[in-house]
């Protein structure tokens, strides 16, 4: 089946430490989105990439960083930059449709 | 900048109908989406409104009014399964059609027995 794919789904760290968030799609689709999710709160884009080998920054980049070395895979570093990390994070995939398909996301935990 | 406003709460009764409302205020705009959000689940894609007009999929519709920036949700039939948080979303405009979704915070549906 199709889908994209959010690994793992509970992630805790220590403070100070970079963490990569994966993110994997089989769906065929150029564009691919990270999201931010705080309690109660909509979605904010922290980046994006609608082809390999290039991304732009969202709303929030700051104390991120991403790469789209293959169609298939847009990895999320969660840098020690970051200063409030603790969030769910979604991934997610557009094809040629209006529909953005999101992942189950990874919840992550900094204490 | 760039808002939308949508209730934060809404709570109805199995078997009624409930609208959730949603105004924008964007620089560019191509049209308004909707996604529907179970409790610490991923959003799932319900509608999409580009032009003026109402859309129907079974028992949600979607509404939008590019003159008044505003579109709303229409759930008909409200069922147990229905209680969960729907965004709006703001495809935005521009030069490049990058598919950038700007969302709003949400409503939370308890739909009640």
């Known amino acids: 089946d199709g889908g994209i794919t959010q690994s793992p789904k509970y992630l805790f760290r220590k403070e100070g430490q970079n963490v990569t968030l994966s993110c994997e799609q089989n769906l065929n689709h150029d564009a691919m989105y990270w999201y931010r999710q705080d309690p109660g709160q909509g979605l904010r884009l922290i980046y994006y990439?609608?082809?390999?080998?290039?991304?732009q920054k969202g709303d929030i980049a700051e104390g991120y960083s991403v790469s789209r070395e293959k169609k298939e895979s847009f990895p999320l570093t969660v840098t020690s930059a970051q200063k409030n990390p603790t969030a769910f994070y979604l991934c997610a995939s557009k094809g040629r449709s209006y529909e953005q398909y999101f992942g189950p996301g990874t919840r992550l935990t900094v204490t | 900048g760039q808002s939308l406003e949508q209730p934060s709460e809404v709570t109805a009764v199995e078997g009624a109908i409930v609208q959730i409302n949603c105004t924008y205020q964007?620089?560019?705009?191509?049209?308004l989406s909707w996604y529907q959000q179970h409790d610490g689940g991923a959003p799932t894609f319900l509608s999409y409104n580009a032009l003026d007009g109402l859309e129907e999929t079974g028992r949600f519709s979607s509404f939008l009014s590019r003159s008044d920036s505003y579109g709303y949700l229409l759930l008909q039939e409200l069922q147990m399964k229905d209680s969960a948080s729907y965004f709006c979303a703001v495809r935005e405009g521009g030069s490049s059609n990058t598919g950038k979704l700007i969302f709003g915070q949400g409503t939370t549906l308890q739909v009640k027995p």
């Open positions: 990439s609608q082809i390999v080998n290039d991304f």
């Open positions: 964007t620089s560019g705009f191509y049209g």
